[in-house]
Every structure is written in C-alpha cells, then in structure tokens.
C-alpha cells in the first residue's frame, strides 16, 4: 500500500501580514490573468473569474519569491516561479491565531470578488508521528478552533478542504483505535459547523488513488459526516495524475451517495514517482512537476473542481535533502515550474 502522506505545510503567517500585502497590491490585482506580459516585475493578478473563481494571494510566499528574484535580476527564475505565483493556492490555518486568520484570508478574497481556498488540517494526533505530526491537544481544543475558524470565515465565500489524511489513518492502521470514536465525532461536528456558514462549501479528505481501495474507506467517510459536506477531496499533497484521481473519486463517489469531489492537481503533471524505497516516494520525489491549473471546468461533472491544496514549492519534510516540512524549498520549486507543460 502506497504511503499517503505528501507532509502538510506548517502553518504560519498571520492574516494581518496577508492582509497588509494584499492592501499593498490590489491596486495590481485585477480581473485579468496572470503572465507578467513578459515583465518579471508584473504584479500578481486575479485569474479569469469564470474558470477560476479562488483567490490568488498577491502576498504569498511564491509572489514574495517572484519579487526577490525580479528584484535582483534573475527573469529566468521570475517566469519559472510566476507559473506558482499567479494561482490560487490553499490557505492552511495555523492553531494560534484561526479566527484571526480564517477573517483575513477571506476579507482579502472577498475584496477581489473571489471564494478563498482554505486547508483545515488540526485534528488531534495528526499525521500518526510524521513530518507534519502534531494538531490539537484533545477534542474540546478542536472544537474550539473550528469555532473560531467558522467565526472568522462568516458569511463570505470560502471553500473548505477538511483534515488530510483524518480519515485515511482511522483505516489505513497509523491512527490508534482508542482515538477512532473522539475523531469521528470531530468531523462530523466541524462539517456541521462550517455547513451552518452562509457561503461555505466544505470537502472531507478521502485519501488517493494509489493507497488502497474506495471499498475500505467510503463505510469511513460516511461515518465522519460526508453526507452532510459538498463532497471530498481527492490526492492532497499527492502526485497521482489527474486521470487515475478522477476514477479513484468516481469509484468512490458511487459509494456515498453520487457526492462531488475535488482534486488535488498541484503537483501531478508527471504523476507519481516510482523509484526509490516504496515507503518514501511521497515524499520530495524528484522530477515531479506541476499539474493541471486550478479551475472549476473539470473532464466530469462530478469533479466540482481542480484545486492546489499542497502549495508547490514547499517542502514535504527532512527528505531527500529537504528542508522542514511546509518550508520553501527554491530549487524543488524551479524545478516542479521547469518541468510543467
């Protein structure tokens, strides 16, 4: 079974400092498409609306990358980091500050009339002791930081990708039995909350294509409450191609009620990698490149959207020479940019 963790960002940057550089460069940020009309000092659009309706940060650590490598003159790598920087990538709430957070991601998209892309990813006894270990301390913890979430989402438009891997470990082994009821009652309760929100959209994580199959975990999904969510989210922080996904989602689609989902396509353009030690290829694998741009015209009907919910060029953990799970690594970045189509 192929291992699914792609190590989540860690969290960070406090929306007052999003929303700063956002009121620094909206004025840029318009309706249009990206592409720096071949001025790798262009700021950072909107994409088209219609295809794309998720919010760009024009503060985002690829746009900052962008800046400092058009401020000191290297065009080469300002194209090449440009192709990260002018998409939507998800916004992962950090523990300390969520309300704080969830408000000014979503002001900010608000703002430029689009929905906000936010990954959820807290739950207690997270990622079973991996790079991305960590979460809330106990259920009521948890309860309280999705409450603060919802509070600062509002009544804007946000669309929710909801605890990677949460359930995938409740079957796969890694999450311990005695934690399985507490969880499943997490999740329900958190989809609730966010569904009792005006204008959000919400997908519960529901591993990959390449882990196992729908069979062991759609029983799962429906026992955390994926009745009550738009639907779930496919290949998060993975690297399987958008094709092998899309059968994975309708398979297990089928088993839950015909629910939509949403692929992750951040970083599959080459699928995923097949050398080196099986239990590791999901992590940092070389020559991987980006996948298909976020966009809601997808190849199904069922698939609500493509989405980057793993934000490319971070590292997913102390692998293959990488840095710390969730931190920009420059040369995995310019070379995911290089090797897309």
């Known amino acids: 079974m192929d291992d699914s963790r792609g190590a989540r960002p860690s969290v960070r940057a406090s929306a007052s400092v999003v929303v700063l550089g956002a009121a620094l460069l909206l004025a840029g940020c318009s309706s249009g498409g990206g592409g720096g009309n071949g001025d790798p000092a262009a700021p950072v659009t909107q994409q ?93 913890a948890y309860r309280a930081w999705i409450d603060a979430v919802a509070r600062g989402i509002g009544d804007r438009s946000a669309t929710v990708v909801l605890e990677p891997d949460a359930v995938l470990h409740l079957v796969d082994g890694c999450t311990p039995a005695q934690f399985h009821e507490e969880r499943y009652d997490l999740l329900k309760g958190a989809i609730a909350k966010l569904k009792s929100l005006k204008n959000t959209k919400v997908y519960l994580d529901a591993g990959n294509a390449g882990w196992g199959r729908p069979d062991q975990i759609y029983q799962p999904l429906q026992q955390a409450g994926v009745d009550q969510a738009d639907g779930f989210s496919v290949n998060v922080s993975n690297f399987y191609s958008t094709r092998d996904s899309i059968a994975y989602g309708k398979q297990l689609s089928s088993k839950v009620g015909g629910k939509h989902f949403v692929i992750d396509t951040s970083r599959n353009g080459n699928g995923p990698y097949t050398g080196g030690d099986p239990a590791q290829r999901w992590c940092n694998p070389p020559d991987r490149a980006l996948g298909e741009t976020p966009t809601t015209r997808t190849a199904d009907p069922l698939v609500d959207a493509y989405l980057w919910v793993k934000r490319p060029g971070e590292s997913d953990g102390t692998c293959k020479g990488g840095p710390k799970a969730g931190q920009w690594w420059a040369s995995y970045a310019l070379a995911l940019a290089r090797n897309s189509r």
Do not use: M
Request: contains cysteine; proline residues 8%; glycine residues 10%.
């Open 48 to 140: 088209p609306k219609a295809a794309d309706p998720f919010w760009v940060n024009p503060d985002g650590t690829a746009a900052r990358r962008l800046a400092a490598y058009a401020t000191s003159g290297k065009k080469s790598e300002a194209e090449q980091i440009r192709k990260i920087a002018e998409q939507p990538v998800g916004e992962w709430i950090g523990p300390e500050n969520p309300e704080q957070e969830a408000r000014g991601f979503t002001e900010a998209a608000e703002k430029s009339d689009r929905t906000a892309l936010l990954v959820l990813y807290d739950i207690p006894h997270r990622d079973c002791g991996q790079y991305s270990q960590g979460g809330a301390a106990d259920g009521n």
